[in-house]
């Protein structure tokens, strides 16, 4: 008999160390086969029994909670999130072309509290974000305005027209009405440089969960020798665990520096 709190040991060792099945297998005395199962039901068993709660589906209410925090934090109006995405690499199988690795990528939108609102796995190497992100269930939903954003309202402190709640990402993306993008670097006057020094400051949030993500779960710092078909398995399960510790032990945002990434323009056009 193997009992419950060994497997889950097993498959918390590949989580956090990315050690291959055969590594696994003589470590615990299992067949590779066997420790194949038992990382691939664990991740299965942890998504259905903690997306609900962790990383349920975004409401009106819920977009409406993260512009909240994200304008406290970054004082970037509106904005209900920042997005981006994550290579994760793949040793490719054999016979599948000359490619070292193929890789699936993590499309995320995060709030000012360092957890994921909501993620897309899919899409394999050769395609960048911008394209990732149109073709996606996520890009596709929120191109066509699908997203429950909450109705447009006026700027705090303005009696301006209303303004839409958008999502902020890098150039990466296409902009549209509800994401914004930063102005090219080259001949900006005062106003735009303000404007990209705050996006700036919003968009580092979904770097944030991306660095803690790889630095819980070192399974991301090298490519994983594994199925295809079960890399989604393995980030769902990762990601939902990164919002459950972070609901559990939620970072001190007053230690998170207000000031713009290094390298970044401020709004005097200098660098940091």
């Known amino acids: 008999m193997i009992y419950l709190p060994f497997l889950y040991f097993n498959f918390f060792r590949f989580l956090t160390t990315g050690e291959s099945f055969t590594s696994l297998h003589y470590q615990f005395r299992l067949g590779i086969s066997t420790v194949s199962i038992i990382v691939k039901e664990t991740c299965r068993v942890l998504w259905e029994k903690l997306h609900d709660d962790y990383i349920p589906h975004a409401t009106r209410q819920k977009w409406t909670q993260v512009a909240e925090k994200l304008q406290v934090v970054c004082q970037f109006p509106n904005c209900v999130g920042a997005i981006d995405g994550k290579h994760i690499r793949i040793i490719k199988p054999q016979g599948t072309g000359l490619e070292k690795y193929f890789s699936i990528i993590l499309m995320a939108i995060a709030d000012a509290e360092n957890r994921f609102v909501a993620v897309d796995i899919w899409a394999y190497e050769r395609t960048n974000d911008s394209m990732v992100f149109k073709n996606s269930f996520m890009g596709r939903s929120l191109y066509n305005r699908n997203f429950d954003f909450p109705p447009p309202q006026p700027l705090p402190g303005t009696e301006a027209p209303p303004m839409p709640f958008v999502l902020v990402g890098d150039k990466a993306f296409k902009m549209c009405g509800i994401l914004l993008m930063p102005y090219a670097s080259r001949g900006l006057d005062l106003k735009r440089r303000t404007f990209n020094y705050r996006l700036t400051r919003a968009r ?56 713009p990434v290094l390298g970044e323009m401020g709004p005097g056009g200098e660098k940091q």
């Open 204 to 259: 580092r949030m979904v770097k944030c969960p991306f660095g803690l993500l790889v630095a819980k779960w070192r399974v991301f710092t090298k490519p994983i020798y594994i199925k295809i078909e079960k890399v989604d398995e393995v980030a769902k399960s990762a990601v939902v665990l990164h919002n459950y510790l972070r609901t559990k032990e939620p970072l001190n945002l007053e230690q998170i520096p207000a000031g």
